[in-house]
């Protein structure tokens, strides 16, 4: 039987972090589903189908085999019962430092509360993304710094022109 593994955030842009983890993540799953959520109480500076298309085209330069592997989706509903919708038990989240440890681990306890079959793996990137964030990128940006070893192509490209 396949694994489905779902990984869901913001990706408000995607960026190279996020990549790192979706590659990582398809050696400990068979079928990865990017879920983007569609939170609307969350200020996003992207909209949510502007931000799946740059997923997707983002994809496009990992290895063939990686890319029929992955699906991309929006969700706007519980993340457990869209786990669950999907037929998946497995939610994939990325560390990066100490920080990111209380907010997942609140979260995964909350889920597990909803749902005690469903578990949460925590990959880390490479400790060359330790430092990316969609936030930090976004800010940078807006001021005028470069993004360009942060993000891919398609992002830059996208936020070079709003
Ligand atoms: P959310 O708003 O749900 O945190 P994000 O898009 O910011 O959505 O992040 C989605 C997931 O990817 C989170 O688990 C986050 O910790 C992880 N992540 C983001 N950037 C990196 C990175 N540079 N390295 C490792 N994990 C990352």
């Not at 842009?13 to 109480?41: C, E, F, M, W």
Request: net charge neutral; proline share 3%.
């Amino acid at each position: 039987m396949s694994k489905v593994g779902i990984y869901p955030g913001s990706f408000d842009p995607i960026t190279y972090g996020h990549l790192d983890i979706i590659q990582r993540s398809l050696h400990v799953v068979d079928k990865l589903i990017i879920a983007v959520s569609n939170n609307k109480s969350k200020k996003h500076l992207i909209s949510v189908d502007q931000r799946l298309e740059l997923i997707e085209k983002s994809i496009q330069d990992l290895p063939t085999d990686d890319q029929k592997r992955i699906e991309i989706e929006k969700f706007d509903n519980l993340l457990v019962h869209y786990v669950k919708s999907k037929k998946s038990s497995v939610i994939i989240r990325g560390l990066r430092a100490v920080s990111d440890f209380e907010y997942e681990f609140l979260m995964t306890g909350m889920n597990r509360s909803i749902d005690n079959e469903i578990e949460t793996i925590f990959l880390m990137s490479s400790e060359k993304y330790h430092f990316i964030s969609s936030r930090f990128i976004k800010e940078i940006h807006s001021l005028g710094g470069d993004i360009s070893k942060s993000v891919p192509k398609p992002v830059l490209d996208f936020l070079s022109k709003i």
